[in-house]
């Protein structure tokens, strides 16, 4: 049993502590623990949502059903109580502290007055949504060591639920469900191969009695496909590949006969070309059609991949498959031959529009690349395409081919190019969406540079970071000037987008980059959330700011809303850590916060209380000498920006919520440095050995490197005048 019961609503209280623990009744089951609070408010036929209630989600306005509210993805409700003319007045109603630390990245999904959320680590929790009270809890007990394979935190973006189900998919690549009333799991199948690095952070969608899973892991090498269940047993139904197999043996399907002509070299001796699709997925019952996005190839550099030729299909492209049989419909392929990360895996939002006087039925994406692409839905047919952010790799896409016009040498063919969008994207996970009522899409936008190289000394190994990119040129400069500089051509905006007339209505200027999702309410606002721990509502029309409030932790998820004995409440995840955060190496003015992640619900005249974290910024500890050559130091660098950037950060900075490594007084102590590094001393807490792949020499100039970060930091803490 995990369950920490006082420690898992901090808010709210609605029970005594006695009276939780009276109705505490704690079982495992199938390598995962349940804590159930039977009898603690749920009613009978929980999470009885079906094809019918699905179809009807705009009559039940009241719930919010499924992952983006409807199939359509639009994230948009039609709840209006809490309006541009009362936002001022909400309050917290309640909030529940998750079991982990690290990002949180939830919608919550809300039915009949309970909700269910997840937290890092793949863990869901069934909540009373009036009051935050814990109904069940349920860990899969993902193994902390697969943290390894997750190129972007731990995260979880939430759960689908269907005829009495609630389904999670584990960071290893488990799809689970779960009883809706008790937690306990009903059947759990292996989604990938153990041994291969896939992980899993989307939600599962759920429509006809099929549960729809993606995957992840193409920075790792990896094979993407998207595998539909029958939601009743878990029995595989249909799986459709993204990227194709062995050219020498027959291809699974006729599609990927047609892609396999776009690739050469041995993709699939690297694990697989990537191409997995890691998150968005939307359903269309009229044409009875699944959309999902896919990722980018693996490795990054196309050149290393497939001989630098070729689309690549289906690498960073929208699919259509049929959703009963998972046949290809059509692709629209947003960045051919992807060699910069470009991922397609945004928010595939489905709409009607009338555009140039004709109805449309349109998908639109605010791809990775920085073009937002309004798409005919029934055919795959580019309507347009236009850059929503600067794009310096192409200057726009050909109507008439729907193909990206390169410029420059984009594809670092001459040597490092300094690029943008970069990995992050001009838009990543955080959802956007879209207010039939206004016509615009409210997309959290990006401009962050990145600077892409071939890596020569490359070379494809099983489980590990295989992007073929020298990642020594992805540090900042070594300056502090420059550093300041490059952080400071980042910028952060809400954008409302036009997708008919093909460009922005309005925006909203953020500190910086990695913001949160979007939600637009028939109460004509949109709620967003930024890194710097606030959450804000606008006015649709035009974006005046309308309320804010501190959350004291990020706020990067998906907000929604939902309505119990006629209240409306407002729901957002908080906490520490999202890829960003993890890398960016300034995430925060102080040196971050491991405070487990939490659920905030908002309703007007809310007067609940969050704790205040302790923000005060702590001093670099005195470091060793730094007495290593430059050249080790060097050395040491890139060793670390191969291995250790993605989850301790650029230059040794840390976002907190993993140790930041300067702080350490491990980079002093050459034993239990290796302890960690080598022999895997904390590997159940998420810190793997590197034995496989380091050498103690390796592990010696990476501590010497930290050690020569550690002593800039501290003299420039010494010196303040001199910053
Ligand atoms: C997949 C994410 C991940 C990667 C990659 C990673 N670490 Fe860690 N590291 C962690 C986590 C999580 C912890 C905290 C473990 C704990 O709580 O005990 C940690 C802790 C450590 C610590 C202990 C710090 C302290 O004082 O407690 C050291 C040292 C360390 N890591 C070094 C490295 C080095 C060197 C590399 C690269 C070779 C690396 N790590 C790569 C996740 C990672």
Known sequence: MTGAHGKENDVGKPMSRAGKLLCAVAAVALAGTVVTLSGCGQGKGAAQVDQARL???????????SHGRTWSEQRFSPLDKVNASNVGNLGLAWSFQLSTNRGVEVTPVVVDGTMYVTSSWSVVYALNAKTGALLWKYDPQVPRETGKFACCDVVNRGVAVWKGKVYVAALDGRLIALDAKSGQPAWSVNTTDPKLPYTITGAPRVFKDKVVIGNGGSEYGVRGYVTAYDAADGKQLWRFYTTPGDPSKPQESKALEMAVKTWQ???????????????????????????????????????SRSKGQGDNLFLSSIVAVDADTGEYRWHYQTTPGDTWDFDSTQTVT?????????PRKVLMQAAKNGFFYVIDRTNGKLLSAHNYVTTSWASSVDPATGRPIEQGDPRYKKGPAIVMPSSFGGHNWHPQSFSPKTGLVYLPAQDVPGVYGTDDKYAYKNGEWNTANDTRLNSLPDDKKARAAMKNSMRGMLVAWDPVAGKEAWRAEHKGPWNGGTM??????VFQGTLDGKFNAYDASNGKPLWTT????AVLAGPMTYEVDGEQYVAVGAGFGSVFYLVAGFALDHPGNPENGRILVYKLGGTATLPKPDMTKIAVPKPPADAASAQIVATGHATYNKYCLVCHGYNAIGGGVIPDLRYSSLI?????????VLRGDRKSNGMVSFASTLSATDADAIRAYLIHEANG???????????
């Open 350 to 358: 489905l709409a009607d529009l009338t555009i140039d006087g004709q």
């Open 668 to 676: 002093g102590d050459d034993t239990g440095f290796k302890g960690v």
């Open 55 to 65: 179809l009807a989600a705009d009559k039940e306005p009241g719930n919010w059903m």
């Open 550 to 553: 501190d959350a004291y932790a």
């Open 520 to 525: 637009a309410t028939a109460g004509g606002l």
């Open 713 to 723: 930091a501290y003299a420039a803490e010494q010196a303040p005048a001199a910053k």
């Open 265 to 303: 070299g041995d993709w699939f001796k690297q694990g697989g070309g990537g191409g997995s699709p890691w998150d968005s997925m939307s359903y269309d019952p009229d044409l009875n059609m699944l959309y999902f996005g896919t990722g980018n190839g693996a490795p990054w550099d196309q050149t």
